[in-house]
Every structure is written in C-alpha cells, then in structure tokens.
C-alpha cells in the first residue's frame, strides 16, 4: 500500500465509524428483537442495518475492495484488500444495554490488518490503529476536549501483577484442548469479565494487562491488532503465532512484549 | 419514618451521590494501586476516599443515624436508621477502566431500605428508588434532556425468554450447595457477564430480566432493592424468601413477579 492509499482508506474508515453509529446509537436501549443465529450468538437489526450501511459505503468509494462482514459474508475475495467489519461486536452488551460494545473496522492488506478502529457510539470513544503507527485514542463525550491523543499500554512486570480479562466463561468451553486458559487466571493477579472489543481498547489504555479469549473470527480481531500494537501491545494466538485467517480462533494480546512468552507458557501448563 | 424524614433523607442521598462522584470521578483510569482484602477483592482510594466523604456528612448531618460502609464497618448500631453504603460497587470494574460501576446508597430504617440509590458517576446515569414509589432514572449525559423520568422493568413470560446477568463465575463458587446456578443458566435464553450493580439498574430500565448473585452483603444489595421494586421487579434470595442482613448471600432479582417462582424453582433443581 502507498502512503496515500494509508491515508485515503483512514479516511474512510473513520466514515465508516461515523455511519454505522448513527444507526447504532438510536437502536440503543430501544425495544428490540434478537434473533439467535446458527452459532447461537444474537443479532439484531442494529448488526444487520450498520454492516449493511457500511457496506453500502464501501461499494460506491472502494468498489474493487473485499469486504467481509461478520452479518453478510465475503465479497471481492480475490483483492488485496478486505475491509472486514464487525458492526457491534459485543451484541450481548449492547441488547442489555451496556455501552460497553463496539463496531470494529479494519483493512487488511495481503491479509495483514493496516488499519484498525474500534469504536463506541454511545460514549464517543474512538481507537484508531494504523500499522506502524502510535495508536491515537479521542476520549468519551464526558471530556471537555476530545482531540485524540496517543493510547499507551502499560508496563506490566509479570502475570503476579496483571489484570486479565474475557468477555464470558462460555467461549472458553471451545478453546483447543491443548490449553489452559484456568492456568493462565491462576496465574494473574485478577480477572474481570465481560469485554468484548471495548477491552482490548482498555487493555491500549493502559488499564488491563492481559487478555485471553478464543473463538475469535477474523472480523473480531483484525481491527484490534493495529490498536494493540500501536499502543506497545502485542497481539497473537496462544501459541505465541501471528494471528491468521486460517487460525484456530485463540486470541492473546498482551500490553508488553515481556508478558507474551510468560502468558504462553502459562496457557500450555495443564493444571492436571 | 414520616413523609417528611423521607424527604429530607432522599435529599441527603442525592448529595451523598454528587459527593462521592465529586471523589470517584476523577480517579476513573488514572494510574491507582489497587490493594487486595482479606476477602481477595480490590480496593482504592477512591473506595476509601468516597466512603470517608460519605460518611463524614453523614456525620454533620445525621450524628444519630448508624452508619454500615463497605471500607469502614458499623456505627450507631442501635439507631432505627441505617446508611448503607458502597462506595465503588464493581471495583473490578472501576479499575479496569469500564464505566459500568456504580456508588450505592441506601437508607434502611428498621432493617427495611426506604431509599436507594445506583449512581454512575461517569456516565452520570443514576437511578432514585424509595419505597412505595415509582423508581426515577436520570439519563446518561449523552442525553439533551436529562430530567428525571419512571424506570420500568419489562415484561417477561418465561425463563426461555429471559437475559439473565451475573458479575463474574467466581462469586459462584461461594453458591450454597442446594443451589444450582448452571440449571437456572440453561433455562434462560442468553447469560451475560459483568455486571455489578450497574446490571440490577440495566434491569429496571426493562433490558435485562433476571440477575442470580451470590456473596453479596448488605451494603451490596441494600439499594437495589428500592430501584429495581419501584421499577415493578422483585428482589428475594435464591429460596423466594426477602433479603435480610443474617441471609445467606444469595440474591435474586427478576423484572417482573411471574419469573420468581420460575427462578427459584429452577434454581433448586440439581444438574445431576
């Protein structure tokens, strides 16, 4: 990609943040049906109306690029670029209303995430992740100035110290049987569930350590990567390896490098 | 206690709220050590220093009435009237960055709570409930119009209907063993996880129908109870009997009457 494909494609993935919270943010706490899908996961028509939106969007500006979409599947696979959208990531947050949810936007290019946004419609907060670059952070509604300002994570010394954290006991249940994941909480300080996109934002915050999920698409983990590691952080499977479309769907981010190889060993450590 | 004494205290309520804000609002995702208790949960200053506050007007205003907070134990154990406080309910929560804690205020009066109050100060969404009233809720400061205006739980016909919310896995381990969380999660149509007190107020704004808890003391159920019955639910323990300050801990909460039965008996049903 050239600079000013970096800059044109930032561009309008900030639009895309724009468009689909205006959908998102009057469906909020409003009365709505959720229907349950194959996976038993919800969706309701905030999912369905902000991907198709974003979608929409993107086939007028971009109309070679890929999309793939966690509500509409994949379209231009053959591109070098693949928008790849996640329109509320967190539809369990945002159906009892917790605005604790997010849209994810990303590109990937040769299927490596460029850029990443996180967003969160209700409080203003935005993650803005380009590869190679610091994370930029625009602060909740509640602050007077809202220019956004890099996101740093933290130092963390070892697991003793860390904050780990996952959205629900329940995705663990499919996580590959060579792992874990009780281990790796034993080993951490404290844990705190309930997390969804809007941790690993804090995680770039410098406010949670350690994350550890699995069952994790592409389109829930390819915007939070460029977040991540623009903020000092790192993220890969829990093997340690780069995350990929072909993976297993295990997801750890870290808020340093020094935690990654303790995290890993820790998750590889059965407890029997 | 006559009209006029519940005036006056709802009154103080509302200004220990503000005050406690005034203390906690600031120290939201500023760099804070948070030790652990004896009980292995985290605590800040902003836990000590919002109930210090709290109680120290208190004290200026009502030098008679007792005084039972999370940090700082029991005063005025004989007096009919009894401040209940929890400072930073969802300390987890609160240090990780995610503005789903909430201050809880109550007053009880003859081991009864009259008055309680969920307060978010991040948000600033905060719900008002006094018994025998209609619960208030004032809109979040996204909001233009933030007036005050009757919170209402939603209808619910049947567990297989209902979003069921508790705060993390581990204060289940604590369950009494006649007792079976898992049952009652398996006859609800979706869990979510994380909650806190800021769920029981999720639940008397009709998004969320049923909330199991264990481990709870006083100071954390309390002021629920006011907000979540004035918003037309119920709040028992795990056996349908009412919430006392000798129970065993469990608490449960349901949008509407008709799920209690339901819940209970779920509940009480063994897996195995």
């Given amino acids: 990609m050239t600079p000013d ?12 943040a724009d468009i689909a919270g205006a959908v998102i943010r009057p469906l909020f706490r409003a009365p ?15 999912d369905r109306g902000a991907e198709r939106v974003m979608r929409a969007f993107l086939e007028e500006l971009h109309p070679d690029h890929g999309i793939l979409g966690e509500e509409f599947g994949r379209t231009n696979a053959d591109s070098p670029f693949c928008w790849t959208l996640d329109p509320v990531d967190g539809t369990r947050a945002f159906i009892t209303g917790r605005p604790v949810f997010g849209t994810l936007i990303a590109l990937m290019y040769e299927n490596r995430p460029v850029i990443g946004i996180i967003d969160q419609p209700v409080t203003g907060e935005r993650w803005i992740g380009v590869a190679g670059r610091e994370t930029l ?9 809202r220019t956004p300002l890099p996101a740093a994570a933290r130092p963390c010394p070892s697991l003793g110290d860390a904050e780990l954290s996952c ?9 590959p049987e060579c792992f874990t994941w009780a281990t790796l909480k034993q080993a951490c300080r404290r844990v705190s569930w309930g997390g969804d996109c809007y941790a690993y934002g ?3 915050l410098g406010q949670i350590d350690i994350i550890a999920e699995c069952d994790m698409k592409p389109w829930d983990w390819a915007a939070l990567q460029p977040v991540v590691e623009g903020a000092g952080g790192c993220m890969t499977d829990w093997s340690g390896k780069p995350l990929d479309f072909n993976g297993d769907g295990t997801v750890l981010a870290v808020g340093n490098r020094d935690l990654l190889d303790k995290a890993v060993t820790s998750l590889k450590t059965a407890l029997h």
């Fill in 202 to 204: 804090l995680l770039a």
């Fill in 32 to 46: 709505l049906h959720a229907d349950n899908k194959a996976d038993a996961s919800p969706v309701t028509v905030a």
């Fill in 167 to 175: 959205t629900s006991p329940e995705m663990l249940e499919s996580a």
């Fill in 137 to 145: 952070f625009r602060p909740a509604m509640w602050h007077q100035d």
């Fill in 5 to 16: 494909q970096t800059e044109s494609c930032l561009k309008t993935a900030l639009m895309l």
